[in-house]
């Protein structure tokens, strides 16, 4: 081999041994080179990770706010909407209560309306079933209550008497035979007014009301007294007689004397003495004894025998006790008093029950069988009206006459 050979075989060899040496560190390197790589790799992951779970964390925080918000907003929306339900509810309910009660009030009205129908018509029919009878019958009732108002207010027989006797008349002018019950009850009542002894309620009432209307110019027992008294009255003599000192004092005594006599009074003991009265006194003293014959005339109406004898005789007393009893009016009001109070006006009259129990009766018998007719009437018009309402409207056949 050549030189150059030689030098290019080395060259080769050294070249390789190179490559070798290279190849030989660089095989040593490589474990390292890729424990450092993959450690970047994993920092560069962790990295991404981290970043990545941050992101994710912000975007569900920035998630969760929205939420929060927009729960907020349906809470509020959710709570305006139940108010909002509540009220209609409400007015609703209310509405309902509203038509409930316009309901029941229609309806109420609705059934007065047809109670007022029904009375009408009842009213009618009884008006159009009275005659000319039952017109008679309430002229009876009305002359039968107004006897047993005069018996019993006015204890006036004649007059109740009279008034049983045109209610009778009128019941025999009818001539029917159901009110033959309410003429023997007529009758009743008629015999037990009449076996009664009359007292002239009327008559007694106005001889009290004369003595009344008197007391108030009845003497007083103090005038009489005064009449009684000494009265000496001597006149003054004339200026001309005597002469203007006697005179002056003829006339101061004149005046003294008269000024003594009112307050001096002298009567005599022969009579028992009496109270006096003094002035303010009488006119109490005769409204009293008004009151007294007030007090015997409404006991005389009510027939109250013992307040009308004490009335009268505390009257009696009080016209001996304090009025001159000597006087001509005093002597004739008490022999008017004497005789009042001797009068015994306790008789009770009887009442008209059995007539009025009569006529009640009737007239209900009268009434029931009117309503019973009544009733009939109107029960068969409804009938007759119900079947117009069911028979269904007849239609008429039409003819066609054709031509021959």
Do not use: C
Request: charge should be neutral; proline fraction near 4%; charged fraction near 20%.
């Amino acid at each position: 081999m050549s030189k150059q050979q030689t030098t290019n075989k080395d060259a080769i060899e050294d070249a390789t041994i190179l490559e070798e040496q290279s190849f030989t560190s660089d095989t040593a390197n490589a474990p390292r080179n890729k424990a450092a790589i993959l450690a970047v790799v994993l920092a560069t992951i962790a990295l991404l990770l981290a970043a990545s779970t941050a992101w994710m964390q912000w975007q569900q925080q920035k998630m969760f706010q929205k939420l929060s918000y927009d729960s907020k907003a349906v809470s509020q929306t959710l709570f305006v909407l139940n108010n909002r339900l509540e009220k209609a509810e409400e007015a609703r309910a209310q509405n309902q209560k509203n038509q409930q009660q316009v309901a029941t009030l229609s309806r109420k009205k609705i059934t007065t309306i047809n109670q007022q129908v029904d009375s009408n018509s009842r009213r009618l029919m009884l008006v159009a079933n009275t005659t000319s009878d039952d017109w008679q019958m309430a002229e009876v009732e009305y002359l039968l209550r107004l006897a047993s108002q005069r018996l019993l207010i006015a204890k006036d027989d004649r007059t109740a008497l009279n008034l049983l006797a045109s209610a009778d008349t009128i019941i025999v002018s009818l001539a029917d035979p159901s009110w033959f019950d309410l003429r023997t009850a007529i009758a009743a009542d008629r015999l037990a007014i009449a076996s009664v002894d009359n007292i002239d309620v009327d008559g007694l009432f106005l001889r009290l009301a004369a003595i009344s209307a008197n007391i108030e110019s009845l003497p007083l027992l103090r005038d009489r007294l005064q009449r009684r008294a000494v009265n000496v009255i001597e006149e003054p003599l004339e200026p001309n007689d005597l002469s203007p000192v006697l005179a002056s004092l003829q006339q101061i005594v004149w005046q003294t004397w008269q000024e003594l006599k009112t307050l001096v009074v002298v009567h005599s003991n022969a009579e028992p003495v009496k109270p006096l009265l003094p002035p303010e006194q009488r006119y109490y003293l005769r409204s009293n004894l008004r009151l007294l014959i007030n007090q015997a005339q409404l006991a005389l109406i009510d027939s109250r025998q013992p307040s009308y004898h004490q009335s009268l005789t505390q009257a009696v007393q009080w016209l001996n006790d304090y009025f001159q009893t000597d006087a001509a009016s005093i002597e004739t009001i008490l022999i008017e008093l004497d005789q009042l109070v001797k009068i015994d006006i306790s008789q009770p009259l009887p009442g008209l029950e059995q007539s009025l129990m009569a006529l009640k009766t009737a007239k209900k018998n009268r009434q029931l069988a009117a309503s019973l007719a009544t009733e009939s009437q109107l029960g068969q018009t409804e009938s007759r009206r119900k079947d117009q309402e069911k028979k269904p409207t007849a239609i008429k056949p039409q003819v066609i006459i054709g031509e021959q």
